[in-house]
């Protein structure tokens, strides 16, 4: 069974680039979950994807936009990018059908913005 | 917006010792989540807890959560070198969909 992977492991972006992450699920999984950790911080919910559609979003502004596809793995797209989007963005996945909604993270995007 | 707060944020215990990392959160919730995380990886899932004084055990560690009080312990008995790493508590809101909403963590540092 594999797990949730994600890429790129690092990047680097100049403030008002913008950024694509990737992430696919784990086998099995139909929900996607985006996170964004800053240094010594908990994880933030970004927003949720299930079966393609967002099923749930945080307090993230609209510059920060996702897609899922039909094989379950899933895009974070962050546009026009600010100094503080720097930190660690996890994706995690779920299966809605196990009932307990407990969600597996990937390794995370280290993004640094400058 | 739920809350969620840990305590202690930072913990250093000497090996052999026993302590509790306290999870309290602001709204209804009967599922809770334990994750652990080292420096600069993934967060590894160590217990689920989805009902009223569930208790789950692995190894060092055990989980209980009391949904009335909206408190869930971790409790770390005999700590060992390899338990150091950061810990965090998350929840999912009875109205808030499948949102996990995590502590601000618990720094874990045993000492020999």
């Known amino acids: 069974e594999t797990g949730v992977t994600q890429s790129p492991t690092h990047l680097i972006k100049t403030r008002g680039q913008q950024v694509t992450l990737r992430c696919s699920s784990q086998s099995g999984h139909n929900t996607v979950s985006w996170y964004q950790q800053a240094l010594g911080q908990g994880p933030q919910f970004i927003f949720q994807?299930?079966?393609?559609?967002?099923?749930g979003r945080g307090n993230f502004p609209p510059r920060f936009s996702g897609l899922q596809f039909p094989n379950y793995s899933s895009e974070l797209n962050v546009n026009a990018l600010e100094l503080d989007d720097s930190a660690l963005y996890l994706c995690?996945?779920?299966?809605?059908?196990?009932?307990?909604?407990?969600?597996?993270f990937g390794p995370g995007t280290r993004l640094t913005v400058t | 917006e739920l809350k969620v707060e840990q305590n202690p944020l930072f913990l250093s215990m000497q090996e052999g010792k026993n302590y509790t990392i306290y999870c309290n959160y602001s709204t209804t919730s009967d599922r809770l989540y334990w994750y652990r995380q080292d420096p600069g990886k993934s967060l590894e899932s160590l217990f689920v807890?989805?009902?009223?004084?569930a208790v789950k055990q692995e190894g060092r560690l055990m989980a209980s959560l009391d949904t009335k009080a909206r408190l869930s312990t971790l409790h770390i008995t005999a700590a060992v070198h390899d338990l150091s790493a950061t810990y965090f508590c998350a929840v999912v809101g009875a109205h808030t969909g499948n949102q996990f909403y995590f502590g601000t963590g618990t720094s874990l540092t045993v000492i020999p």
């Open positions: 807890l989805l009902s009223n004084g």
């Open positions: 994807y299930y079966r393609e559609e967002e099923n």
């Open positions: 995690a996945s779920s299966d809605t059908g196990t009932g307990t909604y407990e969600q597996y």
